[in-house]
């Protein structure tokens, strides 16, 4: 958290020094273009130059702090879904004991800072307005995210890192379906393909994995027919040493 505050302090500083050369620049514009002096316009040139040098790397510094704070919260939002996969919750059962806890504290601190910061003056006036707040505070915050977390802990963090990511392009259609918000359909499109390769390529991983077992299994039962044929007619079993390679062939398959 305090290398993200120094990431977004860095980054509105940077800014902001930016800026301000940005915004002094077009007056050297104006007093240039001004000027009827040949040695006053060589200076002019000079000071426009110089501050133009001067205030560019401020704009790389404000992108490059600009980034790394986008990154760092994504980085933390990861690293939470991807402990809570890794938490010794117990069973299902119990893991919906733990949501119930917290969906009865997440409620206590809502209604009090509802009842200490709220404006009444600014709650909803139509049916659409109350619809829309009972399915954000109900079904998405509150029984979605039940399932979205138990389903994560059903899932490889590939998995889940690719479906953290479709609900960017689900949130836009969603915005543009009910409030027709604009929608930058080029971006919307490449984004949305970039995902779905994602999960073709996590797919077709997983039935090569899901091959090498089988493939493994199967090689397993062949050495294990033609060691009971063998032994069979010397009049022993293997079975036990057999079926032990077969289950360490499995293992071992990635």
Known sequence: MSLLLLYKG???GFMVAWFAGIFYLPRLFVYHAGNQS???????????RRL????????????????????GANLCFAFGQVAYRRLALGTVGSQQQHFGWFFVGATSVSLLATALFANWQRLPETKLEYGILLWLGLVASGLGYWPWNAGARQVSANQLAVMNNVLIPA???????FWQ?????????AGSALILLSLVYLATSALY???RALAAAIDACA???DDLARDSA??????????AIASNSLMDTP
């Open 10 to 12: 860095l980054h509105i």
């Open 38 to 48: 040949a040695d006053v316009d060589a200076i002019f040139k000079v000071m426009e």
């Open 52 to 71: 133009l040098y001067f205030v560019t790397p401020f704009a790389v510094l404000t992108l490059l702090f600009g980034l790394l704070l986008i990154q």
């Open 171 to 177: 949130g836009l259609l969603v915005n543009f379906v």
């Open 181 to 189: 918000h604009a929608v930058n359909w080029w971006t919307l499109s």
């Open 209 to 211: 994995c899901a091959a």
């Open 223 to 225: 050495s294990y027919s």
């Open 234 to 243: 010397n009049g022993l079993t293997t079975l036990p040493m057999t079926l």
